[in-house]
């Protein structure tokens, strides 16, 4: 099985900041990847899939980047709205990874 | 608008099942897969298994493999997920998500653009 891990777990960071967080694949997965962000007591919501696409009505400040083994996304400039639980999932077997809490 | 309603909350004992239901609506049902993810409290988010709806054909996580079954039913636009022998670690929101698939040299991948709201299942003695 594709293990899916995140680095860091959670971070600590301002307004205005850029945030990287990384999503790493036990084995080459392509651009099978995707990310989703999660607010406290909501429902989780698609962010990018193919590792770059970015999903309709989200903000362009979102991006993701990578192919094969590393994966990013990053969020060009903090806002308020931003802080959240991030997820990879690896789109061929559907897993997650554990998730990034930023805050 | 696309929409997926999931059923109310459960509270069920050790050893029984539960079925959540998901009624989509706002695009063509059959169309799309339905996923099943779970979130045990102040916990990550776990693919339980997916179901193809035109032609009802699921695929489930190794971990839930004998435990859990999922259905649709295109007559009503909805789709199922039954999970058996309960235990207490089972207690979590379980969401339907809508399942898009897009394909990429000769692989398929899929993605959950759209969620129910959740259910919760607790089980207690």
């Known amino acids: 099985d594709i293990q899916m891990t995140q680095s860091p777990s959670s971070l600590s960071t301002s307004i205005g900041n850029r945030v990287t967080i990384t999503c790493r694949a036990s084995?080459?997965?392509?651009?099978?990847l995707n990310w989703y962000q999660q607010k406290p007591g909501k429902v989780p919501k698609l962010l990018i899939y193919?590792?770059?696409s970015l999903q309709s009505g989200v903000p362009s400040r979102f991006s993701g980047s990578g192919s094969g083994t590393d994966f990013t996304l990053t969020i060009s400039s903090l806002q308020p709205e931003d802080f959240a639980t991030y997820y990879c999932?690896?789109?061929?077997?559907?897993?997650f990874g554990p998730g990034t809490k930023v805050d | 608008q696309v929409q997926l309603v999931q059923s109310g909350g459960e509270v069920k004992k050790p050893g029984a099942s539960v079925k959540v239901s998901c009624k989509a609506s706002g695009y063509t049902f059959t169309r799309y897969g339905i996923s099943w993810v779970r979130q045990a409290p102040g916990q990550g988010l776990e693919w339980m298994g997916g179901v193809t709806t035109y032609n009802g054909k699921a695929t489930y996580a190794q971990k839930f493999q004998d435990l859990v079954t999922m259905t649709t039913d295109t007559a009503t636009d909805t789709g199922y997920m039954e999970l058996r022998s309960l235990r207490s670690d089972d207690t979590a929101v379980y969401y339907c998500a809508r399942q898009s698939t897009y394909y990429y040299g000769s692989g398929r991948g899929n993605y959950l653009d759209f969620w129910g709201q959740g259910t919760l299942v607790t089980v207690s003695s």
């Open positions: 084995q080459n997965i392509d651009t099978f």
């Open positions: 999932q690896h789109s061929s077997s559907s897993s």
């Open positions: 193919a590792a770059s």
